[in-house]
Structure formats: C-alpha cells, structure tokens
C-alpha cells in the first residue's frame, strides 16, 4: 500500500503562517487588555505602565526641568539626570523655550504648571510618534491593510504605551536606528552615509546604541565604523559646548555607575534585566540581592556581552543579528528600565519580513515577541515585599524579564551551541520559486 504523499510547505507558504500567528495572537492579547481595562476601571494598566501617579511623564518632564538650569550637570542634587547626554539636554533645552520658569517643585513634588508642561510633552509625543509610525508604515512589507494593522499593534503594544506613559525620549533613538539598519547596506553612497549620521545621532542621545556598529565591523567596513565612531564622538562633543563645556562629559562617565546601582538597588519593578530574575529569586527567599559590588556581577555581565557579540558576528540570519545586539541593551543593568523593550521592534519587523528559510525554532521567537508585545493588563502587583516602592514585582515585569532570558538562551543555542555539537545550519536563503514575504 502506498503511502499518502505529503507535500511540503514552501517558503512563502510558512512566511504566511508565521505572519497570521503573530498578528492574530497579539490582537487577541490587545481585546484582552481592553476588556480588562475596562471591567477594573484602568486598574489592570497597572502591570504595564509606570503607576506611581506622582512620577507620570516624568523622562520627559525631568530632563525638560533640568534643561532650564544654568549648569545643568552640576546645580542641585540631579542624580541620575546628570547623565543625560549633551545633546539630550540641549534638545530638551529648544523645548523648554515653550515655558516659563521652573516646570517643577522640587519641595512639593508636583509639576509648578501642569497644563502648559503637558502640552509641550502632546506637542513632542505627536510629533515623534508620527515620525515613528512613518518609518514603521513605510519600513514594513505587504499591502497597506498588513502595515496599517501591524502599525497599530505596535503603537499600542506594552513597550510603545510604557513609553509614551513615561516620556522617554528613546522613541527618537528608536527611529534614527531603524534608519541606520534599514540603509548601511545601501549600493548609494550618500544612503550609506546619512545611515552613518543616523546611527551617531542614535548614539548622541542614547550612548548604548554604538553596540550597532558591530554590524559594520563584521562586515569589515572599518573605513565606515571610523566615520561613524567620528560623526558619533563630534555629535556627543559639539553640543556640551551650549550646556556647560567639554569638562562635563567627564563628570556624565562618572556618574553613570552610581546611577546603574541606584536602579538595581531600587528592586526588580519595572526592570527587564539579567538580574531582575535574580533579584526577585533573592528576594522570594528573604535573602538580600546580589551586591552591585559583586564581582559575579561583572563576571555574568561580561560573559553575555561577549556572548551576544559573537552570536552577532557568526549568526547567518540578519534579523537574529540584530536581535542579538539589541539584548544588549535590553539585558543590560542599564537606567532604562521597560523603555528599552521598544527597540525590539527592528528584530522583530525584519523577523517578519524575513525570506530566510523558516526553522521551526522561528516560531518559539514569533511568540516570544508577542508575549514582550503584549499589554497583559490582568492584575498589577504578585508579590510585594513590603519594603518601599520598587520592590513589588509586577506582571508584566516578570514575563518579560524571562522572556529576555530564553531569547538569548535560544540565540545562544541557535548561534553557538548547535553547530559546536556538529548539528549543520542551512545557509538561511530562500527556497528558489518562493514569492515575496506576505
């Protein structure tokens, strides 16, 4: 008896499946949200924005208060704000033109001017926003129901609502690195160069974001790492002239590990780091978190810097290079908190786009990416310790923070692992015949 033959799925075709689960699982966790929002009258957002009423906005508002300052970088008792970057000041600098006097009460807690402050962050909030969405509407492939849909979902994905709740400026970071990825490949060389200048603009406000450059050395274009070292270092020099002098950016490196252990310190909340799980695992047991001190710290830091870094360099998939690259950031005991789960959204279009041949691992990815997406607005605080704010551990905190874990488990795996064990990884081209993605 013959046995029934099955045919096999195309490239084209296992793009298209790929493609609906992502879209639909995420829209049902989106109605979710929605419904949850409402049966709890707003409570549920609870797990995914920052809740501390007092706090709202407050990425934009605090370096917009410290903009107004003479000398920014050394009047009152700034904290993690001194670490703003020149150029960071400086554009919060052009927006507080828009005010007059001081925006904050530093002895009340309160913003001096509400009204008019908040209508500076909707001014700034629509104009970034929809210089975002352009890039994503026009960066992402299919017909204009596919990105109009995949736009929504991305503006009111958790990391996009977080974001937009607290103000932070990384939105701007976000859409100079979409610009710098989607162009350093170029055939046009003045293509290549505004990528070049995209990417130290990047730099300039968020100085992290130089991880990226990794994706030029590996292709041994040092002539164009060097430009955009350079254009990097004269956009993060040039403007501390207009807020306090090149002294300043010493005092910045300086400060910068102090602030790192000022967020460590203040418990695994809202943080989406490697030693978030650590924390709340310490913190379960009624054991005192790892020391910031510690030298485990540095030691587990170092490895998965350099980890990553490899998986960069020698991963043949485009869009798990820049994956990688991008846990960096999202991994690292950086002051970002959730903020840095936005720039997951490079990965994840290119993922999607993707017409590498599909591996049934690529799903395990897709649903890692929605459950980061996702707003799960069901309840907001599972544990708390009782000590001071900070210390809860909230929902949506948790997920992701594990979600970040088995993303760099499966890349580390994927990258290193298998072809260490001998188990051969196909050339990720696509199958000869196979249309367009989606």
């Known amino acids: 008896m013959n046995k029934p033959v099955t045919k096999k799925l195309t490239n084209a075709q296992k793009n298209k499946i790929t493609f609906c689960i992502f879209f639909i699982s995420l829209t049902l966790t989106q109605l979710v949200m929605y419904i949850s929002v409402i049966a709890s009258k707003g409570f549920s957002m609870n797990s995914i924005v920052f809740n501390y009423y007092t706090d709202t906005y407050m990425d934009f508002f605090n370096p917009l208060n410290v903009s107004l300052l003479k000398k920014p970088y050394s009047s009152l008792n700034l904290g993690e704000y001194s670490i703003y970057s020149p150029l960071y000041i400086l554009l919060f600098k052009f927006m507080s033109y828009f005010a007059n006097g001081d925006l904050y009460d530093y002895d009340k807690s309160y913003l001096a001017r509400f009204s008019e402050t908040t209508l500076i962050y909707v001014i700034f909030a629509a104009i970034t926003t929809a210089a975002l969405s352009i890039v994503i509407y026009n960066v992402k492939k299919g017909n204009t129901i596919t990105k109009v849909w995949f736009l929504f979902l991305c503006l009111f994905s958790a990391p996009m609502i977080y974001n937009l709740e607290r103000g932070n400026i990384i939105i701007i970071a976000l859409f ?34 130089i991880i990226f450059i990794v994706l030029l050395l590996r292709e041994k274009r040092f002539k164009d790492s060097l430009f955009s070292l350079l254009y990097s270092i004269l956009l993060y020099i040039i403007p501390s002239f207009f ?111 993707s017409d590498e041949e599909r591996k049934a691992m690529d799903m395990v990815h897709i649903f890692l990416f929605v459950l980061v997406m996702a707003p799960l607005a069901i309840k907001d605080c599972i544990i ?36 260490l064990a001998g188990i051969e990884l196909n050339d990720p081209k696509p199958e000869e015949g196979d249309a367009e993605n989606n």
Request: some cysteine.
């Open 384 to 419: 708390s310790f009782k000590q001071n704010t900070g210390y809860e551990i909230y929902l949506h905190s948790y997920l992701v923070s594990m979600v970040i874990m088995l993303f760099i488990f499966m890349l580390f795996i994927e990258t290193v692992t298998m072809p």
């Open 176 to 209: 100079f690195l979409f610009l710098y990825i989607l162009n350093y490949n170029s055939e046009k060389t003045y293509e290549r160069h505004l990528s070049l200048l995209s990417l130290a603009l990047a730099v300039a406000i968020k100085p992290y974001a």
């Open 243 to 353: 807020v306090g002098g090149l002294s300043i950016i010493g005092k910045i490196f300086e400060k910068i590990p102090d602030v790192i252990n000022q967020i460590q310190e203040g418990g695994a909340a809202y943080r989406t780091d490697i030693f978030a799980d650590l924390d709340i695992l310490c913190m379960s047991l009624g054991y005192n978190t790892l020391s910031n001190s510690s030298p485990l710290k540095y030691i587990i830091w170092g490895i998965l810097v350099i980890s990553l870094i490899v998986c960069g360099f020698i991963c043949k998939s485009r869009w798990k290079r820049v994956l990688a690259l991008t846990l960096v950031v999202v991994a690292g005991p950086f002051a970002e908190l959730q903020s840095s789960l936005i720039l997951l959204f490079i990965p994840l279009i290119l993922c999607l786009d």
